[in-house]
């Protein structure tokens, strides 16, 4: 097989898994929020907030699409390639299932919120937990695209 075909397997995958993480992430916030919505429809703003977290994982795959764009060229060593489908793999899952977590999370807070109970900083707060393993997927990944230069 083609080292390029390797990196863009990768890639591929990357995006993928990220951009699908962050719309099911979204989404099983945004069926909370319609639920709280019938009970408290004041809270949108912070219902929203909320709901925009998972969506960060999709970032972070684009972000390393950028990084890593500069090493796809047609005579691109094997090492490298497999160093980039390496990062990707990595980065792919571990916003997979960040976005997931993080979306369990958020929903639950929309739908505390929902009901009269004053969780908004707390939700966030435990919200940024499995965010921050998707945070170091992603430098993680920046760090094998320094030291492919």
Request: aromatic share 12%; with cysteine; hydrophobic share 55%.
């Amino acid at each position: 097989m083609e080292p390029i075909l390797i990196a863009y397997i990768g890639i591929v995958f990357m995006t993928t898994l990220s951009f699908v993480a962050s719309s099911y992430g979204v989404t099983v916030c945004g069926h909370a929020v319609i639920g709280s919505m019938k009970k408290n429809p004041s809270g949108l703003g912070s219902y929203i907030a909320l709901s925009a977290l998972p969506s960060s994982q999709g970032l972070y795959g684009f972000v390393a699409f950028f990084m890593l764009q500069d090493f796809l060229s047609p005579d691109i060593s094997m090492f490298t390639a497999i160093a980039i489908l390496s990062a990707c793999v990595m980065l792919g899952l571990s916003g997979l299932y960040a976005s997931f977590r993080q979306a369990n999370v958020c929903a639950n807070g929309i739908v505390g919120m929902g009901s009269g109970h004053n969780v908004f900083g707390a939700t966030m707060v435990m919200a940024v937990f499995p965010e921050l393993y998707a945070i170091l997927a992603l430098l993680v990944t920046i760090l094998i695209s320094f030291s492919l230069a």
